[in-house]
């Protein structure tokens, strides 16, 4: 297994540590055809606006929607989720250049400016009940977007709670800043699609290594709900055919 990590700007040399210590390799990703040779994608956090132009300027936006469109796994982390979203809001005049994939809307700097950057203990039962571990993960959130909106095929890992005092966001589009509408409000930080996986926070920047190890069984997932989906022309499940005979999982 060789994962890809997006290398133009931002924390990619914090991910491909954090691999190390699960003893996969993880390789630098600057140049489209270098796509060609990884089995997943992670997208890392960074500024989105300054990844988005070396994005262009190198011509990987149309290399990384065919990855996300081929199924194999893909991960964005703060900057990254950003990158996945089909909608994102808040962004600098003129915008930002989306890989897409991820049916939901993103708010792109909804906890702030850098100084107001932040660490807290999310409530993680979904990853917990995969990885084992306490409960709870220590997220770091700097500069971070949240989403927004969801469609119906997006799976909510994590929410968190935002007091509604809090100027929640503004833009051009959308602005809420309701003092007394509730006591408190919860905003999606970490969301599953598919193959996609999107994080707000930061895991990469953290001792805890269980989202990576959970980003890297999503691989082994998704071959096995392709293998046993494949049927005989005479109904016959060819996929567990060949895993009798050979007592080993099949990927095909």
Sequence with gaps: MVVGVLALQGSFNEHIAALKKLGVKGVEIR???????VSSLIIPGGESTTMAKLAEYHNLFPALREFV??????WGTCAGLIFLA???VGQKIGGQGLVGGLDCTVHRNFFGSQIQSFEAELLVPK???KEGGPETFRGVFIRAPAVLEVGPEVEVLVDYP???NKVLYSSSTVEIQEENAMPEMKVIVA???GNLLATAFHPELTADTRWHSYFLKMGSELGEASSSSIVAVGGEDLSSNLQSKTDLPVFL
């Design 127 to 129: 990853l917990a009940s």
């Design 86 to 88: 089909n909608k994102a």
């Design 162 to 164: 935002v007091p509604s």
């Design 191 to 193: 969301v599953k699609q």
């Design 31 to 37: 140049k489209p055809e270098q796509l060609q040779n």
């Design 69 to 74: 469109e081929t199924g194999k796994p893909v």
